[in-house]
């Protein structure tokens, strides 16, 4: 089984809907991120979680909300989907060791999303 | 801000032979993590290699290496003896001092020729 799942791992939805992608791991890690990737851009961040109670925006949080319902769900919400968030979201882990030299992220298959 | 350039246009290498995808960085954190990611044409993301901006010599992982060279502020991934299988999208990325969130570079399209 996959230590990082997404669902639905394809969706298409209409300008205007609410939609929610979920991202849950079995990697025991307390960091969890979310990513979009547009062709010629790489992947950008928005948002971000080290923690339960620890929730912070990165650099394109516009348009997107999170919830991090437990120490392995970390969901991300589009209250309102524009076509401009067509796109292919990842979800990412990573743990948090004190001292060592890198905290490797772990990325889920992703979720390709289509507004329109 | 940190930020990671790739501009090469498409790479192209012949099967066997080594190349190297270019990565550049800016940072003003003494402390800072770079990092190659494969995407092949599937989607997934693969970690590669990874050189961290305190180590004395260049990360090396199988086939892979990376050049650091810190006064340039360059992290260049060298793949050695190229396979089919090497044909995919790479990414360059680079970590804070807090070994946390990633800021990605736009990525390198390697096609690896029989």
């Known amino acids: 089984d996959a230590d990082v799942t997404q669902t639905p791992r394809n969706r298409i939805t209409k300008t205007g809907k609410r939609i929610m992608l979920e991202c849950s791991q079995t990697?025991?890690?307390?960091?969890m991120y979310w990513y979009r990737q547009d062709p010629g851009l790489g992947l950008r961040l928005i948002y971000y979680s080290f923690d339960v109670k620890d929730i912070n925006k990165g650099e394109i949080s516009d348009g997107y909300s999170v919830s991090r319902q437990a120490q392995a769900k970390f969901s991300l919400s589009l209250e309102s989907a524009i076509p401009n968030q067509t796109a292919l979201y990842f979800c990412?882990?990573?743990?948090?060791?004190?001292?060592?030299?890198?905290?490797?992220?772990?990325f889920g298959p992703g979720t390709r999303l289509t507004v329109l | 801000a940190q930020k990671i350039t790739q501009t090469q246009p498409g790479m192209f290498v012949q099967e066997k032979e080594a190349v190297t995808l270019d990565c550049t960085y800016d940072t003003s954190d003494p402390s800072y993590g770079l990092f190659w990611y494969k995407q092949p044409s599937s989607g997934e993301m693969i970690f590669l290699i990874y050189?961290?901006?305190?180590?004395?010599q260049n990360a090396t992982e199988g086939r892979y290496s990376l050049n650091f060279q810190k006064a340039r502020k360059s992290a260049n991934l060298v793949i050695s003896a190229s396979q089919l299988g090497d044909s995919a999208m790479y990414f360059c990325a680079m970590s804070d001092g807090a070994n946390s969130k990633l800021t990605f570079g736009k990525g390198i399209t390697l096609s690896v020729r029989p």
């Open positions: 990412a882990t990573s743990d948090s060791v004190a001292g060592a030299s890198y905290n490797e992220q772990f």
């Open positions: 990697k025991g890690h307390d960091r």
């Open positions: 050189q961290g901006s305190y180590d004395q």
